[in-house]
């Protein structure tokens, strides 16, 4: 990709044919200036044809459709602001919110360190075999939420699990070869957690390690001739070297914690023991889709969509402000 | 970060910090494969590979012949592969025309298209399903497909791409008389080929492993995809657990198959959305 940083380049247009060649086409110029002029709108159209139908089309049906009380596709009744209501006032709701919430919690401040911890280890000079290292770590991803579930649903198992012999070895005093990972309420949000850490630390790193490569090594140099420590290089110029980066990761797995559905579906085999692994999105799956309330599940996803959309504001307000006081 | 921490004890340190965090990592991963292996009496009696005189395949036997699992994969390869080149053509088309071209409201349009960008999925979903309801594609692959068909992220994807290619190159091909549509066939796309990679595995790995949207669209099991199918095998066959071990790993092969053969571009596609953030 190195030709397209100049836009310049030296292939110049062979000036000395082009007028013989023009002249030639003579006859198709019409044809030739409408086909150029046509060509943009033909090749945005298919996809402006099924955005419209299928993305911007139910965008505005799910306002609507969030005021209605629905029974399958075929009946719906106006319902007011009733869809809304019922849902504030429904216990598992509040459960799905605290569950995701928590969750998005612990990766913003268990996973994203980790990861960036791990970058910082990998991004060394001397280190060998960094590409396996950086294929070790990013691998689990490979597998996807659904199949890292049903894996795990075996990991955890109780007195078999690999998870729980491991652990025992380890440290037999503090876990129990029959810790119930999966069926105690007290443990499975700690199972959620540890599995996505798992899933999602190496995709994490990767971004980290992209925002470390493009620090200017010159800066670390100065750094040393000032004869600042590795503490305050890393406050002073990593920090803010990757931070359009961390932001973006931030921002993002925030996004992505909200979502949070197929690892605990598949892992807990739905909820939970009361309702302990339930999520928004599983909420909305289960009042929406398996009761067929459409009108419901639109409620729902507009409280998602907006709660996520004002914690991300939150989100890039507070990184901003840190950018103030850097300066 | 050089010398002050570079001492040897501290690069021993960090290695075996490392080797430790990748064996954490790939043990599952081994795990997963030794199960596969393992007769269902074994499996909780060897922790990770059996002797080799009680290695086995019947896991995989089992996955083929006791279940409809083959008929999942055909389902998932027939429409994770066509969401991916009916996504390419039309993000790559769109995000060649957003790049390289001006037009009437085309201004409108990617600001239409980053504001949804912004939802999640789950908002559109219902009344999604509603709309494919009366066009008569619910628990049919075209319900999966043609929603699908839409990528914004593909669009500004390409467009980044396609914007980096020299003006003077498309002005050439012109001059010499190519029409618009083999300018983007012949030179544009030819030109692209390393986003084309990341974006073709970064589809196919949302195609396949989709899950929510084919569980709620898809009734009949002769249609289910990998994920669901596995899903309904978790509840049926609770039990065999090697089977099930088996039905995860044949899952995962096929997206890392394609990650080995496009790791590189990959990792670049990944993270350029990112730099400019």
């Given at each position: 990709m190195s030709a397209t940083i100049n836009p310049a380049p030296s292939k110049a247009p062979p000036d000395a044919k082009t007028p013989s060649r023009t002249t030639i086409h003579r006859p198709k110029a019409s044809w030739f200036s409408a086909q150029y002029k046509l060509a943009p709108y033909v090749f945005v159209s298919p996809f402006i044809l099924l955005f419209a139908i299928f993305g911007v089309y139910p965008i505005v049906k799910s306002i609507l459709l969030a005021f209605y009380a629905t029974n399958g596709p075929k009946n719906q009744v106006f319902v007011g602001l009733s869809n809304f209501h019922y849902m504030f006032h429904d216990p598992d709701f509040w459960t799905a919110v605290t569950n995701t919430g928590t969750f998005a919690l612990w990766s913003v401040f268990l996973q994203l360190p980790l990861s960036l911890g791990l970058a910082l280890l990998l991004n060394q000079k001397w280190l060998r075999g960094q590409n396996f290292l950086r294929l070790a770590f990013f691998s689990?991803?490979?597998?996807?939420q659904v199949f890292v579930g049903v894996l795990f649903s075996q990991l955890f198992m109780v007195h078999y699990g690999l998870v729980n012999r491991i652990l025992n070895a380890l440290a037999p005093g503090v876990f129990?070869?029959?810790?119930?990972?999966?069926?105690?309420p007290t443990y499975v949000m700690p199972a959620i957690v540890l599995t996505s850490l798992w899933l999602y630390c190496g995709f994490n790193m990767i971004y980290f390690l992209a925002g470390l490569q493009a620090v200017d090594r010159e800066l670390y140099e100065a750094a040393l001739v000032d004869g600042a420590g590795p503490w305050r290089q890393f406050l002073h110029i990593t920090l803010p070297g990757i931070k359009p980066i961390a932001v973006f990761v931030l921002v993002t797995s925030t996004i992505g914690s909200f979502q949070l559905f197929e690892l605990p579906y598949l892992l807990l085999g739905g909820a939970g023991p009361k309702n302990s692994g339930l999520t928004v999105v599983m909420y909305l799956y289960q009042n929406g889709f398996q009761t067929g309330d459409l009108g419901y599940a639109s409620a729902v996803g507009w409280t998602l969509a907006i709660g996520v959309l004002f914690i991300s504001l939150i989100q890039m307000r507070i990184t901003g402000a840190w950018k103030g006081t850097k300066g | 970060m050089s010398k002050s921490i570079g001492s040897n004890f501290a690069r021993v340190m960090i290695a075996m910090l490392l080797i430790v965090c990748a064996l954490i990592t790939l043990t599952p991963i081994v795990w997963l494969v030794a199960a596969t292996l393992k007769n269902p009496d074994d499996i909780f009696h060897y922790t990770f590979f059996p002797p080799i005189r009680a290695l086995t395949l019947d896991n995989f036997r089992d996955l083929f012949h006791l279940t409809h699992f083959g008929r999942f994969m055909v389902n998932s390869v027939f429409t994770t592969g066509a969401t991916v080149l009916v996504q390419l053509f039309f993000s790559s088309l769109a995000g060649f025309a957003l790049a390289k071209y001006e037009f009437k409201g085309k201004s409108a349009v990617t600001g239409l298209m980053l504001a949804t960008l912004m939802l999640p999925a789950s908002v559109t979903m219902a009344p999604l399903y509603d709309l494919l309801y009366h066009m008569h594609m619910?628990?049919?692959y075209a319900g999966i497909i043609v929603p699908g068909a839409v990528s914004v992220f593909g669009i500004f994807l390409f467009r980044q791409a396609i914007v980096q290619v020299p003006d003077e190159l498309l002005q050439a091909a012109r001059l010499d008389g190519c029409s618009e549509f083999r300018i983007y066939w012949d030179i544009v796309m030819p030109v692209s080929r390393p986003m084309i990679g990341a974006f073709c595995l970064m589809s196919f790995m949302g195609a396949w492993n989709s899950f929510l949207w084919p569980q709620i669209i898809l009734h009949h099991d002769n249609l289910f995809t990998v994920p669901i199918g596995l899903n309904q095998l978790l509840g049926v066959y609770s039990s065999k657990y090697g089977m099930l071990m088996a039905g995860t790993l044949v899952g995962v092969l096929p997206v890392a198959a394609l990650f080995m053969l496009l790791q590189k571009e990959f990792v670049a596609g990944l993270t350029s959305g990112a730099v400019k953030g």
């Open positions: 689990p991803n490979l597998l996807g129990s070869l029959d810790t119930k990972w999966l069926s105690d | 619910v628990d049919q």
